[in-house]
Structures are given as structure tokens and as C-alpha cells.
């Protein structure tokens, strides 16, 4: 693992919401924002865009914890901007706080974590749950 990040190092990571980012179940549309499901995916990329950095060629990273605190709707065509904040990083697992904006309005905010192992130890574990 590279060990170039510190804490409170930052990446941003932007969207725009689509009608495919839509809060959308089975039993139809619940509400034209952009859902939950949606905006965990596009928080763990912001994360994850450290993760990348930090990886040696034969290391991966697996995701620990996600957590989201809804605080305002994100509509169709709102430019979501998301902030990835290194909090800490003790041993190989990272831990990040999360922003996340339209303009100056808090949509989100929460937490990821990640920790940075070999690709043959992932493999490892993952064989031996079969």
C-alpha cells in the first residue's frame, strides 16, 4: 500500500441527477429525487478515488462501511457534488467523512470505510466462504 494520503487530504467527486437516479421500486416511482441507493454508489466512488491512488498493483480495495445522513432531496438536473475527507487511516483500513452539496445546500452527509488488501487475500477469503 502507498501511503500517500494524510488526514483531512480531500477528493470531490461530481454527478448530475438523472431519471435513472430516481427513488424506483418494483411497485413504481416513490419520489422524484435521487435515491438513497443511487447516492451510496457515487459516495463510495468518492472514496474510492483515494483507494486508487493508494493501491499497489497487486492490492485491491473492499469496502468496510458505508453510512448515509439524509439532511435534503437532490432533483432531476441538480449538479451533486460529493466530498471524500480522509478522517483516518490506521493500519490498511481507510476512513473517510462525506459531503455532499447542490450549490451551498447540504444534501448528505456520512461515512465510508475501505481497507486496502492483497488481491490474492481477497480471493482467499472469498474461496473459502463458498
Not at 413504481?28 to 435521487?34: A, D, F, K, Q, R
Not at 472514496?47 to 453510512?67: A, D, I, P
Not at 432531496?73 to 467523512?97: H, T, W, Y
Request: proline share 1%.
Amino acid at each position: 500500500m502507498k501511503d500517500v494520503f494524510v488526514s483531512g487530504d480531500v477528493k470531490s467527486h461530481d454527478f448530475q441527477v438523472s431519471e435513472d437516479h430516481l427513488a424506483l421500486f418494483e411497485t413504481g416511482l416513490v419520489h422524484s429525487v435521487c435515491s438513497t441507493f443511487v447516492l451510496a454508489r457515487e459516495i463510495e466512488w468518492s472514496s474510492r478515488l483515494f483507494v486508487l491512488e493508494m493501491c499497489q498493483e497487486n492490492e485491491e480495495g473492499v469496502g468496510t462501511m458505508l453510512q448515509i445522513d439524509h439532511k435534503s432531496p437532490a432533483f432531476v438536473g441538480d449538479a451533486v457534488m460529493i466530498q471524500a475527507k480522509v478522517e483516518s487511516l490506521l493500519r490498511n483500513e481507510l476512513i473517510c467523512s462525506i459531503e455532499v452539496k447542490v450549490g451551498d445546500r447540504l444534501i448528505a452527509t456520512g461515512k465510508t470505510g475501505q481497507k486496502i488488501m492483497s488481491k490474492e487475500r481477497i480471493n482467499q477469503i472469498f474461496t473459502s466462504l463458498d
